[in-house]
């Protein structure tokens, strides 16, 4: 599993024990639930631990007192479609310091985008068969909560539409403009307020983010997609393809 973005604040104080976290567990299968609840609550960082059967039980929950961050399945009642997306999303406008790490159990590339759509910051895209390391698991908990990102390794190859193997980082082939303007992209701006924040034309911007797409060997389909696969390379910090 890779950890990807900042949040290297919130790891230093889990590690030294010094902050704990309160968490919303979502999740329909009562089994796994119980198995994920039982391994937060055995370690030291983890606060507080409570649990939701569905979408509208996990809204209750945060209404009444916001955690740190929720752990939802990506599909549970009331229609098993996309109700962690869905939460995910809601969150962003209602709660928007709670991060949200969504579990699923298959790489879906297009779930994945619809997640990181309205950006990366404060999300996570895990596959159920890693939670059962804890570590990895708080530790992608910290990240999201401290506003970085967690993502299974998975999930970027999928996106990248390669098979897990790379010699050295695509990122290496960026400018120190197009670097730039990836990160900016990281952060959820539009391509206005990147030429606002660089002081460049959006036609410049658009030119950047081409050369960004095809320097970064990102297969040609929606422009939605390639941005947010090049956000999750940026975040893993190229090692993108790397299988763990």
Known sequence: MRLCGD??????AYHGEVASLRVVLAEDSAL???GVRALLDSHPAIADV???ASLPQVLELIGADAPDVVITDIRMPPNHRDEG????AMLRDT???VGVVVLSQYADAELAV???NAGSGGRGYLLKERVSDVEHLVAALFDVVAGGSAIDSEIIDELMGRDGRTASSPLERLTPRESEVLALIATGASNNAIAKTLVVTPRAVEKHINSIFAK????VGDDTHRRVAAVLLHLSGGAGTMSA
């Open 85 to 88: 997306i869905q939460l995910a």
């Open 32 to 34: 796994f639930r119980e």
């Open 114 to 116: 619809a997640l990181m």
């Open 7 to 12: 949040g290297t604040g919130a790891r230093r």
């Open 95 to 97: 709660h928007p310091s």
């Open 216 to 219: 970064l060997d990102l297969p």
């Open 50 to 52: 409570r649990e939701a």
